[in-house]
């Protein structure tokens, strides 16, 4: 065969296969399929990403969209509905159901979950800890590892009796270390009448992850901390207790570890404990309890603020409060961890009436930038980022001049949302007859204007997101910026094409070539439209002409869906 018909045959087979995934292609790369340096190819191919994600000619469309009567979440390419029940993939064009199980009894309700993925560097003991699976913890105290893929039961791990409600996972150290809290015990009213008294507040049970394994499990007791406790976390090896007060305070947990736990135990092994013999971990005996914590531990720090708001960060380490009255919600001082001393402009105040709170954190890129949300249309940014309503500036924590121990805080620039400063005068008359003589605009937040109401970050291409919403008529709509996160400078605006409805919640999900928008609508509908980045602009302009007539409803696995 000459080489041209070689060659001609090659770009046949090529053709016939369809259009690649980029993503794909990039990821295959990365992982040392076409080179030996992996690491430097995945940095080049995060760039080459962020640029194809950047330029004009790229589109995000909206391939598929499914509805649910319970919420809906995702987590890393998959889609979860019925209560974790079934599970779809993200990556592909059309719908494709990883998993569909059998609808599960009101007591196999799944309470939480948490994704947990393969460590990196680590020898593990089964095969199956080299894949994704998930971490459910069920409403009968039950903590189960799945297959992130198949649904399939990997680990099984009973937690307690009837004395307590586990009811929610969260990360000590991501990836790592791992939490489940209980809900707050509280006597019935029967009991309390009966002068029936209950010290335990709340139960902490803590492992280490792949291989799963039992750290400990604690109590948080009034008559070490107080009666006053409403919530318990444990963070970064820091155990938090929240008052009714506003109080806050820090605990080394590993410490407290080190100096309360009676005796480790090892999951499904045998146990004798206080007169009970059973293996830890199995039923009907679950986890002991084997850190008594009978006198208050060393206090690290405290700080009060208005219903519990506290939080760390920055370089130098700073905390962000409220103080402790109703007065100044929406106002923020950020203080030095060091000496609780109030940075420079550190007192955030915007003076604004809205209908909707502010809210303010630390940027999750780890830079010590701040995200700081308020009416008052500002979004700041840098060593501290905050944003606002439709405004935004950024600032940055820098030496005060001629005194290197104050830091000040400072703005660095500033995200305009689009608005125009404009009052409707069309009403002259009031319904009593009375001349309007002058009109004012008396909320910061008019839903008629463009406001912010998610703001958030893509550490891999490291771009700040943010969705503006303006609400036209009954409806709003709304579309998804990406900006620089060194400067706030807008680089893409996809629309997003379904309306949008601010009475009710959204979570919008940007993970490289996908966005995903799930809203919850009336009656606890809930709604998942998937989004993917398209390239070739020719064919995608033919197909937007025909779309209304080219959206098809199948059925897979008894779920109904809407796609292109």
């Given amino acids: 065969m000459c080489p041209q018909a070689a060659a001609g045959g090659r770009r046949r087979r090529a053709a016939s296969r369809g259009a690649d995934n980029v993503c794909r292609l990039l990821g295959r790369r990365a992982h040392g399929f076409y080179?030996?340096?992996?690491?430097?190819?995945?940095?080049?191919?995060?760039?080459?990403?962020?640029?194809?994600?950047?330029?004009?000619?790229?589109k995000f469309k909206n391939v598929w969209t499914t509805h649910s009567a319970s919420p809906i979440a995702y987590e890393r390419g998959r889609i979860y509905l019925d209560n974790y029940q079934c599970c779809i993939s993200s990556v592909a064009?059309?719908?494709?159901?990883?998993?569909?199980?059998?609808?599960?009894?009101?007591?196999?309700?799944?309470?939480?979950?948490?994704?947990?993925?393969?460590?990196?560097?680590?020898?593990?003991?089964?095969?199956?800890?080299?894949?994704?699976?998930?971490?459910?913890?069920?409403?009968?105290?039950?903590?189960?590892?799945?297959?992130?893929?198949?649904?399939?039961?990997?680990?099984?791990?009973?937690?307690?009796?009837?004395?307590?409600?586990?009811?929610?996972?969260?990360?000590?150290?991501?990836?790592?270390?791992?939490?489940?809290?209980?809900?707050?015990?509280?006597?019935?009213?029967?009991?309390?009448?009966?002068?029936?008294?209950?010290?335990?507040?709340?139960?902490?049970?803590?492992?280490?992850?792949?291989?799963?394994?039992?750290?400990?499990?604690?109590?948080?007791?009034?008559?070490?901390?107080?009666?006053?406790?409403?919530?318990?976390?444990?963070?970064?090896?820091?155990?938090?207790?929240?008052?009714?007060?506003?109080?806050?305070?820090?605990?080394?947990?590993q410490a407290i570890c080190e100096q309360f736990m009676e005796q480790p135990f090892d999951l499904g092994h045998e146990f004798n404990w206080n007169g009970q013999v059973g293996v830890v971990g199995k039923y009907p005996f679950g986890l002991p309890c084997n850190i008594k914590i009978t006198d208050t531990p060393p206090l690290l720090f405290e700080a009060s603020s208005l219903e519990n708001a506290f939080q760390i960060g920055g370089y130098p380490w700073h905390y962000i409060i409220t103080p402790n009255k109703k007065k100044h919600k929406g106002v923020f001082h950020i203080c030095s961890l060091k000496d609780h001393a109030l940075a420079k402009n550190g007192i955030q105040d915007m003076q604004c009436c809205s209908l909707e709170p502010d809210w303010i954190y630390f940027h999750p890129d780890m830079s010590g930038r701040i995200i700081h949300k308020c009416c008052r249309r500002w979004?700041?940014?840098?060593?501290?980022?905050?944003?606002?309503?439709?405004?935004?500036?950024?600032?940055?924590?820098?030496?005060?001049?001629?005194?290197?121990?104050?830091?000040?805080?400072?703005?660095?620039?500033?995200?305009?949302?689009?608005?125009?400063?404009?009052?409707?005068?069309?009403?002259?008359?009031?319904?009593?007859?009375?001349?309007?003589?002058?009109?004012?605009?008396?909320?910061?937040?008019?839903?008629?204007?463009?406001?912010?109401?998610?703001?958030?970050?893509?550490?891999?291409?490291?771009?700040?997101?943010?969705?503006?919403?303006?609400?036209?008529?009954?409806?709003?709509?709304?579309?998804?910026?990406?900006?620089?996160?060194?400067?706030?400078?807008?680089?893409?605006?996809?629309?997003?094409?379904?309306?949008?409805?601010?009475?009710?919640?959204?979570?919008?999900?940007?993970?490289?070539?996908?966005?995903?928008?799930?809203?919850?609508?009336?009656?606890?509908?809930f709604s998942c439209y998937v989004y993917q980045m398209v390239c070739d602009t020719a064919r995608d302009d033919e197909r937007s002409s025909h779309e209304k007539a080219e959206r098809v409803f199948c059925k897979k696995g008894g779920r109904f869906f809407e796609y292109i």
């Fill in 93 to 253: 064009q059309e719908p494709r159901i990883l998993y569909q199980k059998p609808k599960c009894s009101k007591s196999e309700k799944i309470e939480d979950a948490l994704l947990l993925e393969c460590p990196l560097g680590e020898m593990l003991p089964s095969p199956s800890d080299y894949k994704p699976s998930l971490i459910v913890l069920t409403v009968q105290n039950w903590l189960l590892r799945l297959s992130a893929d198949s649904g399939e039961i990997l680990e099984k791990i009973y937690l307690a009796g009837s004395c307590c409600k586990f009811r929610y996972l969260s990360w000590d150290t991501p990836q790592e270390v791992m939490v489940v809290k209980s809900a707050q015990n509280k006597l019935p009213a029967a009991a309390r009448q009966a002068g029936i008294q209950q010290s335990v507040l709340f139960y902490l049970a803590v492992f280490q992850v792949l291989p799963l394994s039992f750290i400990g499990m604690l109590e948080i007791n009034k008559k070490v901390f107080g009666n006053s406790v409403t919530d318990v976390a444990v963070s970064n090896g820091i155990l938090i207790v929240m008052y009714s007060t506003g109080l806050v305070r820090l605990y080394n947990f």
């Fill in 35 to 58: 080179a030996r340096d992996a690491g430097v190819a995945h940095r080049i191919n995060l760039g080459l990403l962020r640029k194809m994600i950047c330029q004009e000619s790229t």
């Fill in 379 to 525: 979004i700041r940014i840098h060593d501290l980022f905050y944003n606002f309503g439709f405004f935004c500036r950024v600032l940055k924590l820098k030496e005060v001049k001629n005194n290197t121990d104050q830091v000040e805080v400072a703005e660095d620039f500033t995200i305009v949302a689009n608005r125009e400063n404009c009052v409707n005068n069309a009403v002259t008359v009031t319904a009593s007859g009375r001349v309007v003589k002058k009109r004012f605009n008396l909320l910061d937040d008019d839903p008629e204007q463009e406001t912010f109401k998610i703001v958030d970050y893509e550490d891999e291409l490291d771009l700040l997101s943010t969705v503006a919403v303006t609400e036209i008529g009954a409806d709003g709509k709304a579309h998804l910026d990406f900006r620089c996160n060194d400067h706030g400078i807008l680089l893409k605006s996809i629309p997003l094409l379904e309306s949008w409805d601010v009475t009710y919640s959204h979570e919008v999900y940007f993970d490289k070539d996908l966005v995903l928008h799930i809203e919850q609508k009336p009656n606890r509908r």
